[in-house]
C-alpha cells in the first residue's frame, strides 16, 4: 500500500498536535486546511473568502437568504439528482439556477440532531443535541439545546439581519420545553411541537405575538401543514422585509416524516404504480454486524398502513414497500409546490436577483433499501443529503461540485456569503471558495459521523465512523461490533469485511484497516468528540 510523499508524522506536525491521518494512499485529510492550523490562518481565511473580494458581480446591497431544509428526503426521489420515480420541477430549478453539490453528508442521520448542527456549525457533543429529545423516545432520552449559544442567526441579527424560521424546530432546553428561537436568533419564529404529523389540523403551533419577542404563544392553524407553514414563511419574509434591512428567513418542512401523510388531491395519484423494489430490498443482513440485524426499521414490521393479517412477513414487505413509496412521494410532491410557492413570491417581489437560496435536508432516508424506513445509520441512503444553492451574480447556473459537503459547513456558508467572520469554534467550513468551480487543494476527503439514540421505537446501536472515497469504517461500540465496506466493490454496502461479528477482518484488508483506524482516532481528536468509547480494535485472538 502506498503512500502520499507527506507522512504521518509530518501531517501531525502541521496541525500543532490536532492530528488528521492519512486517507487510503492519498493525501492528508483534506479538512486539515488554513483554517485549522491556527487562529491567525482562519481569520486571514475568512476575509479573503468573504465578499466583496472574491464575489465582485455582487449586488451592492446585502443579499437576502432563503434556507429551506426538507426533513428526511433521500437523493433517489430528487430529479435533480437523476431520480426517475417521480418529478421536483421546483426543487429542480434552485440546482438550475444555481449548484448542486454531488457529495454532500449529515452528521448524525437524526432529526433534532442534524438541525442542531446546522444551526451552529458544529458536531453534536459541542452543541448538546446528541438524540432527539425525550418526548419522541418514550423517555430515554435526555439532550438540550441551549438557545444562548451562538448561531448563524445570532451573528447575522447582530450585523443587521432580520431573522425569521417557521416549521419544525425540534430542540428542547429542558424535558419537555422547547428551546426558545427568540433567544436562538430569530426576530419572527413559528414552529409546531413534535417530530412529525399528523398533517391535517394538527395541534401544538407555537409563535412569538411580535417581531423580536421571545414570547412563545400557542397557536392553532387548519389545514394542511405543509401549506400553513409556506403561508407563514411568506408572511413572516414580509413583516422581516417591511421592517427594514436584508432578511433571513429559515423555512424547516416536517414532510416527509411519518405518518407520511399526503394532502387529499395527492392521495391516490401513486396508486396505478407498482415501483420496482431497491436492489438491496431483500437484504438478510447475513455478512454484517448484530446492528444491521436487530435494528426495528424493517418494513414488513410497520403497522402504519394495516396490511392484511393473513400476509407473511415477505408478502407484508412488498404490500407495505407500495403504500409507503405512494404515501412518501404523494407528500413530497406537496412540498415541492409549496417551494414553487416561495419561489414565486421572490419572483413577484422582484426579490429573486438579491436572495440566496440554500436547499439542503436534516439527513437521509431508508425507503426500501436494505429492507428498511427510517435513518440512523451511516449506510448511504441515510447519510447523504441533498445541498443546494443559489446565489445570484456568483454561483453559475446549473453547475455542479464534487466536493465533499457536510451539515457543519452550512453555517459557515451563511456567514461568509453576507461578508461575516466565521467564529473560530466553528467546526465546519464555507463554501465560499468552491462557488468558482474549483475545490481548493485542502478540501477534505473523508468526514467523521456520531450517531448516539438507542431508544424506542428503532433501537439502533450507537455508532460512530469514517468514510473516505473509497472506504467506510463503522464502529458500534457499545458491543464492540464493526463494518467495514469497500465502496468501490460494494457500493450498496451489503458485504462487510469483517468476519466473527466484527471481530476479525479479511486479511487483504488489514493493512487499509490499521490505517482507517488511525484517521478515526485523529478525526475525534481534531473534532474533539470524547463521547462514546474510545477507538479501540480487539482482534479475534484476544477472545477465548
Given at each position: 500500500m502506498s503512500h502520499d510523499s507527506i507522512s504521518r508524522k509530518d501531517a501531525i506536525k502541521r496541525m500543532s498536535g490536532l492530528?488528521?491521518?492519512?486517507?487510503?494512499?492519498?493525501?492528508?485529510?483534506?479538512?486539515?486546511?488554513?483554517?485549522?492550523?491556527?487562529?491567525?490562518?482562519?481569520?486571514?481565511?475568512?476575509?479573503?473568502?468573504?465578499?466583496?473580494?472574491?464575489?465582485?458581480?455582487?449586488?451592492?446591497?446585502?443579499?437576502?437568504?432563503?434556507?429551506?431544509?426538507?426533513?428526511?428526503?433521500?437523493?433517489?426521489?430528487?430529479?435533480?439528482?437523476?431520480?426517475?420515480?417521480?418529478?421536483?420541477?421546483?426543487?429542480?430549478?434552485?440546482?438550475?439556477?444555481?449548484?448542486?453539490?454531488?457529495?454532500?453528508?449529515?452528521?448524525?442521520?437524526?432529526?433534532?440532531?442534524?438541525?442542531?448542527?446546522?444551526?451552529?456549525?458544529?458536531?453534536?457533543?459541542?452543541?448538546?443535541?446528541?438524540?432527539?429529545?425525550?418526548?419522541t423516545t418514550n423517555g430515554a432520552t435526555h439532550s438540550f439545546f441551549d438557545p444562548s449559544q451562538e448561531t448563524f442567526a445570532q451573528i447575522l441579527r447582530k450585523n443587521g439581519y432580520k431573522t425569521g424560521i417557521a416549521g419544525k424546530w425540534h430542540l428542547v432546553s429542558s424535558?419537555?420545553?422547547?428551546?426558545?428561537?427568540?433567544?436562538?436568533?430569530?426576530?419572527?419564529?413559528?414552529?409546531?411541537?413534535?417530530?412529525?404529523?399528523?398533517?391535517?389540523?394538527?395541534?401544538?403551533?407555537?409563535?412569538?405575538?411580535?417581531?423580536?419577542?421571545?414570547?412563545?404563544?400557542?397557536?392553532?392553524?387548519?389545514?394542511?401543514?405543509?401549506?400553513?407553514?409556506?403561508?407563514?414563511?411568506?408572511?413572516?419574509?414580509?413583516?422581516?422585509?417591511?421592517?427594514?434591512?436584508?432578511?433571513?428567513?429559515?423555512?424547516?418542512?416536517?414532510s416527509d416524516h411519518r405518518p407520511f401523510e399526503p394532502p387529499h388531491p395527492y392521495e391516490h395519484i401513486y396508486d396505478d404504480i407498482q415501483f420496482p423494489e431497491p436492489g438491496t430490498f431483500w437484504d438478510d443482513y447475513q455478512f454484517r454486524s448484530s446492528a444491521a440485524r436487530d435494528a426495528h426499521m424493517r418494513i414488513q414490521d410497520m403497522m402504519d398502513f394495516n396490511p392484511p393479517k393473513d400476509y407473511s412477513p415477505r408478502q407484508r414487505r412488498q404490500w407495505s414497500y407500495q403504500r409507503l413509496i405512494r404515501r412518501f412521494l404523494g407528500t413530497l410532491k406537496r412540498q415541492d409546490d409549496n417551494i414553487g410557492r416561495l419561489l414565486e413570491y421572490l419572483d413577484k417581489n422582484h426579490l429573486s436577483e438579491n436572495t440566496i437560496i440554500v436547499f439542503t435536508g436534516d439527513h437521509g432516508f431508508f425507503?426500501?433499501?436494505?429492507?428498511?424506513?427510517?435513518?440512523?445509520f451511516m449506510y448511504e441512503p441515510a447519510l447523504r443529503v441533498p445541498w443546494l444553492i443559489k446565489f445570484p451574480g456568483v454561483t453559475k447556473a446549473g453547475s455542479t461540485s464534487d466536493?465533499?459537503?457536510?451539515?457543519?459547513?452550512?453555517?459557515?456558508?451563511?456567514?461568509?456569503?453576507?461578508?461575516?467572520?466565521?467564529?473560530?469554534?466553528?467546526?465546519?467550513?464555507?463554501?465560499?471558495?468552491?462557488?468558482?468551480g474549483d475545490t481548493p487543494n485542502d478540501w477534505r476527503n473523508s468526514l467523521y459521523y456520531h450517531?448516539?439514540?438507542?431508544?424506542?421505537?428503532?433501537?439502533?446501536?450507537?455508532?460512530?465512523?469514517?468514510?473516505?472515497?473509497?472506504?467506510?469504517?463503522?464502529?458500534?461500540?457499545?458491543?464492540?461490533?464493526?463494518?467495514?465496506?469497500?465502496?468501490?466493490?460494494?457500493?450498496?454496502?451489503?458485504?462487510?469485511?469483517?468476519?466473527?461479528?466484527?471481530m476479525e477482518v479479511n486479511p487483504q484488508y488489514a493493512d487499509y484497516l490499521k490505517d482507517l483506524l488511525a484517521q478515526l482516532k485523529d478525526l475525534r481528536q481534531y473534532y474533539k468528540d470524547d463521547t462514546g468509547k474510545p477507538v479501540k480494535f480487539w482482534a479475534g485472538d484476544t477472545y477465548n
Open positions: 492530528a488528521l491521518g492519512l486517507p487510503l494512499a492519498s493525501s492528508i485529510i483534506r479538512n486539515a486546511s488554513a483554517a485549522a492550523n491556527d487562529n491567525t490562518d482562519l481569520s486571514k481565511q475568512n476575509q479573503s473568502s468573504a465578499f466583496p473580494n472574491i464575489i465582485p458581480h455582487r449586488k451592492p446591497d446585502k443579499p437576502n437568504i432563503l434556507w429551506i431544509t426538507t426533513e428526511g428526503v433521500p437523493l433517489s426521489v430528487l430529479s435533480c439528482y437523476g431520480s426517475r420515480i417521480m418529478k421536483t420541477p421546483n426543487i429542480d430549478r434552485i440546482a438550475q439556477e444555481g449548484m448542486l453539490f454531488h457529495n454532500s453528508f449529515c452528521n448524525n442521520a437524526l432529526c433534532a440532531p442534524s438541525r442542531a448542527t446546522l444551526l451552529t456549525g458544529k458536531y453534536d457533543h459541542l452543541n448538546g443535541m446528541f438524540t432527539n429529545p425525550g418526548n424535558e419537555d420545553q422547547p428551546s426558545n428561537p427568540g433567544i436562538a436568533g430569530f426576530d419572527y419564529f413559528v414552529f409546531k411541537k413534535g417530530a412529525g404529523g399528523p398533517y391535517y389540523n394538527p395541534n401544538g403551533y407555537y409563535q412569538n405575538p411580535s417581531l423580536g419577542s421571545q414570547v412563545i404563544q400557542e397557536k392553532s392553524y387548519p389545514g394542511y401543514m405543509t401549506d400553513t407553514f409556506t403561508d407563514l414563511a411568506i408572511k413572516g419574509m414580509d413583516e422581516l422585509k417591511k421592517s427594514g434591512g436584508p432578511f433571513c428567513f429559515t423555512l424547516q418542512y416536517f425507503l426500501g433499501e436494505h429492507g428498511w424506513f427510517d435513518k440512523r466536493a465533499w459537503v457536510q451539515s457543519i459547513d452550512n453555517a459557515p456558508t451563511i456567514l461568509d456569503m453576507v461578508g461575516l467572520s466565521v467564529p473560530k469554534d466553528m467546526q465546519g467550513r464555507s463554501l465560499v471558495p468552491i462557488f468558482s450517531y448516539y439514540e438507542f431508544a424506542p421505537p428503532h433501537w439502533v446501536l450507537p455508532n460512530y465512523g469514517i468514510r473516505t472515497d473509497r472506504f467506510k469504517l463503522i464502529s458500534y461500540y457499545t458491543v464492540n461490533q464493526w463494518e467495514l465496506f469497500d465502496l468501490e466493490r460494494d457500493p450498496d454496502e451489503m458485504d462487510s469485511l469483517f468476519s466473527e461479528r466484527g
